[in-house]
Nanobody
Framework: QVQLVESGGGLVQPGGSLRLSCAASGFTVSSAIMTWYRQAPGKERELVARITSIGGTTNYADSVKGRFTISRDNAKNTVYLQMYSLNFEDTAVYYC?????????WGQGTQVTVSS
């Protein structure tokens, strides 16, 4: 059974940092395209960062380039999103997504709130 469990969200001040984790089970993260999305209140879900299965190529939304880093730990079967220099616009629910063998899986999401 495939499962994605996000953690690491919380309340942070502007300029602060957080690291989100997405622990996977039922498949290996190295065999899937792993993506972090986010959805702010009243807005559509948007892609934040992606890491491919083969080669581990990464790409980012323009709004987070230079501030966020996606990575994976194959031994822990976990994908991370390290976030620095957070600002109010980063407030959202962050979701982990996996695409593998033409199937798509989602985690339940973790809330990130940037507030002073």
């Amino acid at each position: 059974q495939v499962q994605l469990v996000e953690s690491g969200g919380g309340l942070v001040q502007p300029g602060g940092s957080l690291r989100l984790s997405c622990a996977a089970s039922g498949f290996t993260v190295s065999s899937a395209i792993m993506t972090w999305y986010r959805q702010a209140p009243g807005k559509e879900r948007e892609l934040v960062a992606r890491i491919t299965s083969i080669g581990g190529t990464t790409n980012y939304a323009d709004s987070v380039k230079g501030r966020f880093t996606i990575s994976r730990d194959n031994a822990k079967n976990t994908v991370y999103l390290q976030m620095y220099s957070l600002n109010f616009e980063d407030t959202a629910v962050y979701y982990c997504n996996a695409v593998r063998s033409w199937s798509t899986f989602w985690g339940q999401g973790t809330q990130v709130t940037v507030s002073s």
